[in-house]
């Protein structure tokens, strides 16, 4: 497969580039490529698979990542849904800041390993860096000349809060091909209403082999996975619709209003009543729904891989090989 290589200064120098962008196209995502600079994206709604270094990784809702500059990645498997929120990061800017943070931060986790560094966040800790990228996207459209002082800072945080020293994933190697299916399946709402019932069935493994595997490549039970993708669909339907709490409740599959509560306020911290009426008012963060919109420019997008068909993307026309 042809890789492609992208420049900073393509998309830096772009009078409609933001600090941080949606990638939302699917052509674009599918583009083999690396860059000369960091990257940091987050998955902020979806799932699907990331193909980087050679290897492969299911991702979804909350899954940050560390792009190095010679790491080869792309996208594929996505669901319809999929999205990332993109932070470009010159070389000098990562450069610098390892220097400041010194050796204590064991700059090398992030550089060294195959894979890049990730972490996987919690809806907390997603709305509190999506607050953070709304306020730099801010500055740069009102506060021009000192906005390039808030983008540092925000890399800063960015390191330092969400990949701190112990925290990083572990790289489980490639995930099997049928869980990547049975993942994107369970999203169906047919199947994540039946709950396990379906997931053991279109599995096709025995309960003890699904457990295992669920929890070596996604960091989750079974149960956790299917209360998840239900949590998330009913938290939508909470501030997206006026259904009731209870239809709500048993439109997602769960067996009891009680038990809906219990898990709906362990995972957002709220309860779905609390939940409704904050989101109602615009206060609570809905995954997929950055209130300070801003998408890679259309003029900077690789629609055809090998050309140049805007002034602002540079793609090479050759292979490139990782050295």
């Known amino acids: 497969m042809k ?3 992208l420049y900073s200064a ?3 120098s772009h009078p409609d580039w933001e600090p941080a962008s949606y990638i939302i196209n699917k052509t674009q995502l599918k583009i083999c490529h690396l860059h000369n600079y960091f990257e940091v994206f987050l998955v902020d709604q979806g799932s699907g698979e990331h193909r980087i270094n050679g290897c492969s990784q299911f991702i979804s809702a909350g899954f ?13 498997a996505m669901s319809d849904n999929f999205r990332i929120i993109n932070i470009i990061i010159p070389e000098p800017v990562v450069t610098a800041l390892f220097a400041f943070l010194g050796r204590s931060f064991e700059s090398e986790r992030f550089l060294e390993p195959g894979l890049p560094p990730s972490v996987t966040l919690d809806h907390s800790e997603i709305t509190g860096l999506i607050r953070e990228l709304e306020q730099l996207i801010l500055h740069k459209k009102i506060m021009k000349t000192a906005s390039d002082v808030v983008y540092r800072i925000t890399i800063f945080n960015i390191l330092t809060k969400y990949f701190p020293v112990n925290r990083l994933n572990k790289n489980p190697g490639q995930i099997p091909k049928w869980l990547r299916w049975l993942s994107l399946e369970m999203l169906k709402t047919e199947n994540f209403k039946k709950g396990l019932p379906a997931l053991y069935k279109l599995s096709g493994k025995s309960q003890e082999h699904l457990a295992r595997t669920c929890k070596k490549y996604l960091n989750k039970t079974p149960s956790q996975l299917v209360n998840v993708i239900r949590l998330e669909h009913s938290a939508k339907l909470l501030i997206t619709t006026n259904i009731s709490i209870i239809d709500i409740s048993e439109e997602c599959g769960f067996e009891s209003l009680s038990y809906y509560y219990h898990r709906f306020k362990e995972y957002y911290s709220l309860s779905p009543r ?3 009426k904050m989101g109602k008012e615009g206060q609570v963060y809905l995954r ?4 300070v919109k801003a998408e890679i420019p259309n003029s900077a997008i690789p629609w055809e891989v090998g050309k140049r068909d805007s002034p602002g993307l540079l793609l090479s026309r050759e292979p490139v090989i990782r050295g």
């Open 288 to 291: 997929g729904d950055l209130s």
């Open 64 to 76: 940050l990542c560390f792009i190095r500059p010679n790491d080869i990645h792309y996208y594929e």
């Open 274 to 276: 609390k939940f409704r």
């Open 10 to 12: 393509s998309f830096l």
């Open 3 to 5: 890789v492609n290589k």
